[in-house]
């Protein structure tokens, strides 16, 4: 009898001790079918006050959460992967990331980020690869524009997008082929309607103000992500701050004479000695960009993630975690940057050898940091205007798109400093 009660005590202490505790998302090529809305389901866990944790290296860059019947409920709903894990097995997960001789940390995710994507009014979420993934995975955002930006609202947030903008008020220099479309007319005049409305002159100068605000909300703590033509020319309207680079048909007078000899370089956040380009015929803003001087086939265009101590530089790792270090290429007005006029200071996270270009870099401006993606879309090679929008629902594991979800999920990490 005291035998059976020891056995009986055995096993109700051992089925104890083996109950679920804890969630797996895991991250890695084989075993999630649905990558981007994992990211979602993170961010879900994290605005109801759930612990959660990043795995980084640990299959694909894994997400650990409680057991809890909502959040099974929740993966079921959004057809994201999941694995229910003991405490003990849990431990043993916890323990090999924490070994030496494992290149992985356990990140703690503290709170969700309330992110603002700088967009104009009447975008559509297709327009833009970051708007279209927010919208996808489920994570929610606000969209603001040069109203709530110059009237200091973004410090109601942690994390600010840049849509594909033009900073430098030269209307995306799309003039050239488009100046007699209906669409460029009025959004030509939508823009200057909208200077004169906060009161300035020129769109070049309401925008540069913008940016101003922008740069101060990182210099602040912020963080800050931008792709395609919204990286370089942000950085030319820091650079060129009090300088007219804008031609007669962009803002009604001539541009300043020597123009380019008054810029200033320590204004900008990622890029150096570039040369703007004069013309308005031509569209492409500076020599930063790569898109003309690209020599890569499209079977061929690939770029490399770089590979970073996760215990050492958990940050970079934060923004490099992928099932693949291969990432298939993307054309954009902003395809990719030339290496030699990236700054000294920055971060390289992804390249091209074969073409001797940076497409994805990350740096500290300030307090905050920011993170410059090129290309359009991930999932569009070549994206045209008026191109049908990319349907994620074809590409749940797109290896692109998840370089977009580490920046959002970036700032809801408790930071450790960086050793290198």
Not at 6 to 17: G, N, P, R, T, Y
Not at 113 to 142: N, Q, R
Request: hydrophobic share 40%.
């Amino acid at each position: 009898m005291v035998f059976r009660k020891i056995a009986l005590l055995f096993i109700v202490l051992l089925s104890f001790s083996a109950k679920a505790s804890f969630i797996l998302l895991p991250m890695d090529e084989t075993s999630q079918q649905n990558h981007l809305k994992a990211y979602g389901i993170t961010y879900w866990c994290l605005d109801k006050k759930y612990k959660a944790s990043w795995l980084l290296n640990y299959r694909g860059g894994s997400f650990l959460l409680p057991d809890a019947t909502e959040i099974r409920k929740e993966c079921q709903i959004r057809g994201v992967s999941f694995e229910i894990l003991s405490d003990s097995e849990q431990q043993t997960i916890l323990n090999e990331i924490a070994s030496p001789s494992q290149n992985m940390e356990n990140v703690i995710l503290e709170k969700a980020p309330k992110i603002a994507v700088y967009t104009p009014k009447g975008k559509k979420p297709w327009d833009d690869a970051v708007t279209l993934v927010l919208t996808y995975a489920e994570i929610p955002f606000t969209a603001i524009y040069d109203e709530e930006v110059l009237s200091d609202q973004l410090v109601l947030y942690d994390w600010l997008h840049l849509h594909h903008e033009d900073f430098t008020g030269q209307y995306g220099k799309f003039y050239s082929s488009y100046r007699n479309v209906p669409w460029y007319i009025e959004q030509k005049k939508e823009a200057e309607n909208l200077a004169a409305k906060l009161g300035y002159s020129k769109v070049s100068q309401e925008k540069g103000a913008v940016a101003k605000k922008i740069r101060d909300f990182v210099i602040g703590g912020g963080f800050m992500f931008a792709m395609c033509s919204a990286t370089d020319s942000f950085d030319i309207a820091l650079a060129a701050d009090g300088v007219d680079i804008c031609e007669t048909m962009f803002d009604g007078d001539p541009s300043e004479a020597n123009y380019q000899s008054k810029l200033n370089y320590s204004n900008s956040f990622a890029f150096k000695d570039f040369t703007l380009e004069r013309s308005p015929e031509k569209y492409e803003f500076s020599d930063i960009d790569m898109t003309e001087k690209r020599v890569v086939p499209m079977e061929k265009d690939y770029f490399t993630l770089m590979e970073f101590s996760a215990k050492w530089d958990p940050i970079p790792s934060m923004l490099c975690q992928n099932h693949t270090q291969l990432i298939k290429g993307f054309m954009g007005q902003t395809t990719a940057f030339d290496a030699a006029l990236v700054k000294s200071n920055i971060i390289t996270l992804g390249t091209c050898e074969l073409n001797g270009e940076v497409r994805y870099v990350h740096g500290q401006k300030g307090k905050g940091m920011f993170c410059f993606y090129g290309g359009h879309d991930p999932e569009d090679y070549q994206h045209k205007v008026g191109d049908a929008p990319t349907v994620l629902d074809l590409h749940p594991n797109s290896p692109g798109y998840r370089l977009i979800l580490n920046n959002v999920l970036f700032p809801a990490a408790k930071k450790k400093k960086q050793k290198t």
